[in-house]
């Protein structure tokens, strides 16, 4: 890398809005925290999933999630998808495993890289769904799984660990169908529980241009992290 290109790395760093966000919960969760607090596989001296992480503040509506002009290309490809008979809806994946499956062989290349093999056959497929009773997907007119999501809640945080649409559909806007309406389920979590309080989409940080622009349309903006693991969940005052 250019020397020119690490001062530039450098300063947009430190621009960035820096948060802490706690969690707890499950073994998955203690997991997912461990990943992210490890060092980088590149960048020893700095945590795996710290600088430039993915994340939305949940606002009190979807209504207000949906609004403003920086939003303008969500609503319309929203209201362009529904108005093609997609529909939102959650499912039990060990249900649609074949489905899961054609999604994810629709293309064998995904932002540069190659399908991992996991993700391309059955018995990876099946794993992968095995222990969930529920994720999220959308679906065509004729109620078949054309993309899915699986978004756990770890504390403060949800994540987008998996999120996959078919090749043949990404153009009518299904992943922004699907992503919005995982926010309003959320939002929704959060009104009735006080959390989840952010929703992480990996990072931008070494993501292909048209993945960043993606993210962006969705409200998703770099960060600076400090993950912070609390035994249970906090009450009272420490909430």
């Given at each position: 890398?250019?020397?020119?290109?690490?001062?530039?790395?450098?300063?947009?760093?430190?621009?960035?809005?820096?948060?802490?966000i706690r969690l707890w919960g499950?073994?998955?969760?203690?997991?997912?925290?461990?990943?992210?607090?490890?060092?980088?596989?590149?960048?020893?001296?700095?945590?795996?999933?710290?600088?430039?992480?993915?994340?939305?503040?949940?606002?009190?509506?979807?209504?207000?999630?949906?609004?403003?002009?920086?939003?303008?290309?969500?609503?319309?490809?929203?209201?362009?998808?529904?108005?093609?008979?997609?529909?939102?809806?959650?499912?039990?994946?060990?249900?649609?495993?074949?489905?899961?499956?054609?999604?994810?062989?629709?293309?064998?290349?995904?932002?540069?890289?190659?399908?991992?093999?996991?993700?391309?056959n059955i018995k990876g497929v099946?794993?992968?769904?095995?222990?969930?009773?529920?994720?999220?997907?959308?679906?065509?007119?004729?109620?078949?799984?054309?993309?899915?999501?699986?978004?756990?809640?770890?504390?403060?945080?949800?994540?987008?660990?998996?999120?996959?649409?078919?090749?043949?559909?990404?153009?009518?806007?299904?992943?922004?169908?699907?992503?919005?309406?995982?926010?309003?389920?959320?939002i929704d979590v959060k009104r009735?529980?006080?959390?989840?309080?952010?929703?992480?989409?990996?990072?931008?940080?070494?993501?292909?241009?048209?993945?960043?622009?993606?993210?962006?349309?969705?409200?998703?903006?770099?960060?600076?992290?400090?993950?912070?693991?609390?035994?249970?969940?906090?009450?009272?005052?420490?909430?």
């Open positions: 890398m250019k020397l020119a290109h690490i001062y530039r790395a450098i300063n947009e760093i430190r621009k960035l809005p820096r948060v802490e499950d073994d998955l969760t203690r997991h997912i925290y461990q990943n992210f607090t490890q060092p980088h596989p590149r960048y020893k001296l700095i945590r795996h999933k710290t600088m430039g992480v993915a994340l939305v503040k949940l606002p009190a509506t979807f209504q207000e999630y949906l609004a403003g002009k920086p939003k303008q290309a969500l609503r319309t490809n929203r209201k362009h998808t529904q108005n093609g008979g997609y529909s939102f809806k959650s499912f039990c994946p060990m249900e649609r495993i074949e489905e899961i499956l054609e999604i994810n062989k629709s293309s064998p290349v995904r932002q540069g890289r190659e399908m991992h093999a996991s993700y391309t099946k794993e992968f769904a095995a222990n969930k009773t529920s994720i999220y997907g959308v679906f065509n007119r004729e109620g078949i799984l054309r993309a899915y999501a699986y978004t756990p809640i770890c504390g403060e945080v949800f994540i987008f660990s998996r999120l996959l649409g078919h090749m043949d559909d990404l153009e009518t806007g299904t992943m922004y169908l699907l992503v919005s309406e995982v926010m309003r389920e959320m009735q529980t006080g959390n989840p309080r952010w929703g992480m989409y990996d990072t931008f940080f070494g993501a292909a241009p048209g993945l960043r622009y993606f993210k962006q349309r969705l409200g998703f903006q770099p960060h600076i992290v400090k993950w912070r693991w609390v035994d249970q969940e906090p009450t009272g005052e420490d909430k």
